[in-house]
């Protein structure tokens, strides 16, 4: 594979990096709100945002531009999120929806489910969410027991969901149920597309470790949802499931400029913060342990590009996917761990207590914890890859 970029990919980066410098909102609130949806001020902006990334034909680049997307290549894609990071701006208000829902709708959905579903999830005039664990179901998602029993054109649902993100902002989520519990466990299961809004949905926001509250508990009791809002044949939802998380696990995973970032923010703590009376930077067993974490945020870029090598041999995300999420959750949460030590207790205080220094770091080092569940458990990747990328044996 020849890494460099063409001159047409370096004058794409151009444009992209100037439209961004020149319309990127001046204020989005910090690193937390961008990540949570924040309160509803900040909400609203990312909404803002996002209609503006839209109206510009910068989201869901890669989607078909009969979706209202721009048809563009992954390469294009990769070049753009790269450039996002860079300045450390958000891809809008409707990431569940562009990166999971979107591309499953895609793949399985009917021509009117297309037609209807699409442009508003591009256009962030409709929020999806994801239904997937459950208090007995979390990583092991082929046990779930959330009901929908199939009665002449409706299915009725009942059940809970837990972990939902962003759940208290959505239009709609798509919910995996089980539909014929007398069937093996990944037979007989379907995903639906619910209302939000519809009579027997409730959701409670889960107040977490780090203050913040964008997962959710969702109930369902005897919730109906149209016939015509199955995706996918009738009990093969565990393969709509699996298309699913290989979309996120590569939107999350190909994110390549996220690791890099925190590379960046490393080195700075590092010139900034004193030890031995000279900068952390200067250093030997910093610098060491620096050079070993440039050399995996390296190693994690070119795997993947591995995995975008064959997105664009028109394949889809693949089980590959699992060691780019695998990689850029372990690394990160090293990454961040290493410099609340450099920080010492300054990285204990709260991001807006006076003398905390920038970052917020006592929160990020919370938060980096539960990125080793989201999107599937880093032990249920470490399965993945060895079961179906080495061949091991099952357990």
């Known amino acids: 594979m020849d890494f460099t970029w063409t001159p047409e990919q370096d004058a794409y980066r151009m444009e992209v990096r100037r439209w961004l410098e020149e319309n990127r909102p001046?204020?989005?609130?910090?690193?937390?709100?961008?990540?949570?949806?924040?309160?509803?001020?900040?909400?609203?902006?990312?909404k803002t945002w996002h209609k503006k990334l839209y109206a510009a034909g910068w989201a869901g680049l890669t989607w078909p531009k009969e979706y209202g997307g721009r048809g563009a290549t992954f390469i294009e894609q990769v070049i753009f999120q790269q450039e996002l990071g860079r300045l450390n701006l958000p891809m809008g208000c409707n990431v569940l929806?562009?990166?999971?829902?979107?591309?499953?709708?895609?793949?399985?959905?009917?021509?009117?489910?297309?037609?209807r579903y699409l442009n508003p999830i591009l256009t962030g005039d409709e929020i999806w969410c994801e239904g997937l664990s459950e208090p007995g179901a979390g990583s092991d998602l082929a046990s779930i027991q959330c009901r929908a029993e199939?009665?002449?054109?409706?299915?009725?649902?009942?059940?809970?969901?837990?972990?939902?993100?962003?759940?208290?902002?959505?239009?709609?989520?798509?919910?995996?149920?089980?539909?014929?519990?007398?069937?093996?466990?990944?037979?007989?299961?379907?995903?639906?597309?619910?209302?939000?809004?519809?009579?027997?949905?409730?959701?409670?926001?889960?107040k977490q470790i780090t203050g913040d509250s964008e997962f959710n508990e969702i109930f369902f009791e005897d919730v109906r949802v149209p016939k015509e809002n199955l995706l996918g044949p009738l009990n093969m939802g565990w393969q709509v499931l699996v298309a699913t998380l290989m979309h996120e696990r590569f939107g999350i995973g190909e994110t390549l400029g996220g690791t890099e970032q925190l590379l960046h923010a490393l080195v700075q703590v590092a010139k900034a913060v004193q030890l031995n009376g000279r900068p952390a930077i200067e250093d030997n067993d910093i610098r060491q342990q620096m050079a070993q974490f440039a050399i995996e945020t390296t190693a994690k870029k070119y795997n993947g590009l591995r995995s975008l090598s064959k997105r664009l041999k028109g394949q889809m995300p693949g089980p590959e996917a699992s060691i780019s999420k695998l990689l850029s959750t372990d690394l990160g949460q090293r990454m961040t761990k290493f410099i609340t030590r450099l920080l010492g207790e300054y990285a204990l205080l709260e991001g807006r207590t006076p003398l905390a220094p920038e970052g917020d770091w006592m929160r990020r080092i919370l938060y980096s914890e539960s990125l080793t569940i989201a999107g599937g458990t880093s032990p249920v990747q470490k399965n993945m890859i060895g079961e179906r990328i080495l061949l091991l044996p099952k357990g």
Do not use: C, Y
């Open 150 to 206: 199939l009665k002449g054109d409706e299915f009725i649902v009942n059940g809970q969901k837990v972990w939902t993100t962003m759940a208290h902002r959505s239009d709609f989520v798509q919910l995996f149920v089980r539909t014929d519990p007398d069937l093996p466990r990944h037979k007989g299961m379907s995903a639906l597309l619910v209302d939000m809004k519809s009579p027997g949905v409730s959701v409670r926001p889960l």
């Open 26 to 46: 001046q204020s989005l609130g910090s690193a937390a709100d961008l990540e949570t949806g924040g309160g509803d001020a900040i909400w609203n902006r990312l």
């Open 97 to 115: 929806g562009v990166i999971m829902t979107g591309p499953a709708l895609m793949q399985w959905g009917t021509d009117e489910q297309k037609k």
